[in-house]
Structure formats: C-alpha cells, structure tokens
C-alpha cells in the first residue's frame, strides 16, 4: 500500500527512544522528514543521526512538551529547518504508579502534564499552520490503561483524556482536512517496561492474556501510526486504534 506521504515533515514527541523512535523511523522510511522532539537532548540526537546514516531527513529538537515556552521555541527551530508540520504525533508520557492513596500529588501532576497538556501545547502549535496548508494529522499515543489499571489512576486518567482530547480534537478541524485520532498499545516491549524489573513475569504474563501470545513490539505501533498519518487514512477520524494483540 502507497501511504503518499512522501515530502511531509512529521514531528514526533518524546522520540528519542522506544516507541517514538520506532515511529520516526518508519515515517523516515516513507519518505517523511521527522523531527525528533524530546527532553533528553542528546539522545534526541543520536536518532536523529541514525535515521539521517540510513538516507532519511532527521532533525532533533531538545524540548520539554509541557511548557508553551519550550514548545513556542521548538515550532521556531523546526520552522527554520524543516518549514511547517505536516503530521503531529503527541507520543512523550511516562508512568508514576502507585495505589491512590499513596499517591503524591506530584506524581498525579507530571503524568497528567506531560501527556494532557502536553498534547494540547503541541497541537495548539502545529493547528494554524495544518489550516493554511488544508492539511494536516494529529495522532496521540493513548494506551489500554485507558480502560483503567489499579496503581495507575493518574496514567489512565490521562490516557483516557487523550481519547476525549482526540475526539473533540476531530470534530473542530475536520473541515479543514486535518485528521485526529488516538492509538492505545497494550504492553510493548521498550526499555521503558524492561526498566520496571520483573519483565519475565510480564512477557509470560502477556502470552497468556493476549489472544495473539505475545508482547507488543515497537514497530506494531509504528505501523499502526504510519497508516493513521497516511492519506490512506484521509476519513478516518476521532478513532481509536487498539495496538493490543487482541487484549482489552
Ligand atoms: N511501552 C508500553 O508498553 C506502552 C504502552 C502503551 C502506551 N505507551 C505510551 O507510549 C509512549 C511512549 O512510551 P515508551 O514506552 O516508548 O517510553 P519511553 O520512556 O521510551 O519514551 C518516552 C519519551 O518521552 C520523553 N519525555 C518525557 N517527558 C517529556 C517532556 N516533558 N517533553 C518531551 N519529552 C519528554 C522521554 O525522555 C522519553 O524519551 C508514552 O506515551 C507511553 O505512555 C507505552
């Protein structure tokens, strides 16, 4: 399938690793420029340089996605290199687990900052430009903790935020032929999951209540988001994409 998508210029949060580098690299293989937005600079980087060895159009940005300065400062540094953004992918998020009771309010913040508002100040940023040019796709990573996990109040609440967002988000510029819409992983295997410490158990875990038998990977996710970015996908929007393996 021919996703047409060659020449756009996609930004992609919270890239410099997992997931988002996943998507960076497959929108680069289509013939996208991708701008790897994220905190860790210098990583941010190394992908950056990775996609540009293998013939693709890279540029890392160090950005911190829940302050309007720092993204105010990244649109002008991308406006510079690559011109205006074409595909919006609001991927940064972390988790901060802990039973609601124990749970400080810290935690609750920078969960709901970095994938809420986070989301909201990119893609403020990128709407004018999408409108001038009547073209333009917004696609959040959500995940399966949307429907709730114990320990995760702040996490799921925030990634089902995303799917009201993206919703809402579709109903007010599809007219001018901007799309919006939300990809909810179940578990995929980054160094993110590795790091919580007892990835065996997850991996067994996961071939067991998933009915395909496996952990998500990188790429499954990254296809999933290709596909939405594409023109292939053109009336699709205000949906959720499950990247779950079949779990719910
Ligand atoms: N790994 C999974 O199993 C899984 C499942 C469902 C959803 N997700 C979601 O996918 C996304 C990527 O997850 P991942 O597993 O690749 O994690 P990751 O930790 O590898 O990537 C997240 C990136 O976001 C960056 N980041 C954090 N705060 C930021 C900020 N304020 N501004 C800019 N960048 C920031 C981090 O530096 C990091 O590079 C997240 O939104 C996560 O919630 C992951």
Not at 18 to 30: M, T, V
Not at 71 to 81: E, K, L
Not at 207 to 227: C, K, N, S
Request: hydrophobic share 45%.
């Amino acid at each position: 399938m021919d996703l047409d998508i060659q020449g756009r210029t996609a930004v992609i949060t919270g890239a410099a690793g997992g997931i988002g580098a996943a998507i960076a690299s497959r929108l680069a293989r289509e013939g996208v420029r991708v701008v790897i937005v994220d905190l860790a600079a210098e990583a941010a980087e190394k992908v950056a340089a990775r996609i540009r060895d293998g013939g693709g159009e890279a540029m890392a940005v160090a950005a911190d996605v829940t302050s309007a300065d720092s993204v105010a400062a990244m649109m002008r540094t991308i406006a510079d290199g690559f011109g205006g953004v074409d595909i919006l992918v609001n991927n940064a998020g972390f988790t901060r687990d802990m039973r609601i009771g124990r749970m400080a309010e810290a935690d609750w913040d920078a969960v709901i900052d970095v994938v809420l508002k986070g989301s909201f100040l990119c893609s403020r940023a990128v709407m004018e430009g999408m409108k001038e040019r009547g073209w333009g796709r917004v696609i959040s990573i959500s995940s399966r903790a949307h429907l709730g996990n114990p320990g995760q109040t702040n996490y799921s609440a925030a990634k089902a935020g995303i799917i009201g967002f993206t919703k809402a988000l579709a109903l007010e510029s599809g007219r001018s032929g901007i799309t919006a819409n939300a990809v909810a992983p179940g578990i995929i295997d980054t160094e993110a999951v590795r790091n919580l410490g007892h990835f065996e158990k997850i991996e067994a875990a996961a071939r067991q209540i998933t009915p395909v038998q496996r952990l998500g990977r990188v790429e499954d996710v990254a296809d999933a988001v290709a596909f939405l970015a594409s023109e292939r996908a053109s009336y699709i929007t205000g949906e959720v994409l499950h990247v779950t393996g079949g779990r719910y």
